[in-house]
């Protein structure tokens, strides 16, 4: 059974609708970010966390604010082994995953409507999923093998899902990173940015508006993994293998992963 959300205009479903293979999200307290994950059956969840108990972070201040908005986890006896100081990609029970939050499924292969239709990021994409059993092949080999440096803008929990789903991965000037919520928080400011020009024909404030909105679904819409140019298809083993061995190195500073050019 699926619920609409009037509060951010997604469909909730319910837990007996999962499938193996099925890519899935929680909203996280006041919508700030949401968390993301590949559902393979059994009642777990494979996702990737940033670690040191922390679902997400930048490495600065702003993560005093990202951990308020965090779960707050009781201890579970089914995930006893599997706690968030952990780092990297760990497996959760999916209530553990959830923490209290509603359950989304994330939408692949959309057409152009829906995807502008969805006034924020990182709920759908333009691109194919794979079979599920490829999927789950993903997500269980990255959980032996690592998914290596967190990144809240490059390599976070979203782009470790739709790797797992597509295969895809983005090696633009040979940064990693795919996710929508990240490119909903980049192409908010440069919505604005872009349209001030408008100032100098308009004042008009319903015009600014609507040109600023218009260069924001335009940015999503171009940035998605199925319209970049700068997408490889990465087998996971290559990946994994290629981290090992160099050939898909961690880049400068340590917060994501360069392919060879």
Known sequence: M???DVTIGKLRIGKESLKPGDHIYSWRTAYIYAHH?????????????????????????????LSSSGPHRAPCPTCTNQSLESRGVMSSCLNCFLAGGVLYRFEYGVGPALFLAKARGGTCTLAA????????????????????????????????AIYCKTGLLVAERGVVGQSGQAISIIGGPLAAALSTPFR?????????????????????????????????RVPVEELTAGLASGRVRVAEGGNHLALPQ
């Not at 032996?144 to 976070?156: I, Q």
């Not at 600023?212 to 490889?232: E, K, L, Q, T, W």
């Open 37 to 65: 994950g590949l559902y393979v059956g059994d009642d777990k969840v494979i996702h990737f966390t940033r670690g040191r108990g922390e679902e997400v972070g930048t490495g600065t201040v702003l993560d005093v604010f």
């Open 2 to 4: 699926a619920l609409f």
């Open 200 to 232: 100098l024909i308009t004042t008009n404030v319903y015009g600014m508006a609507v040109t600023a909105v218009g260069v924001y679904c335009a940015s999503r819409y171009i940035a998605d993994i199925s319209n970049r140019i700068d997408v490889v």
């Open 129 to 160: 999923s794979d079979p599920s059993e490829m999927v789950i092949h993903r997500a269980k080999y990255l959980l032996n093998n690592g998914f290596r440096c967190y990144s809240v803008f490059k390599t976070n929990c979203e782009d470790f």
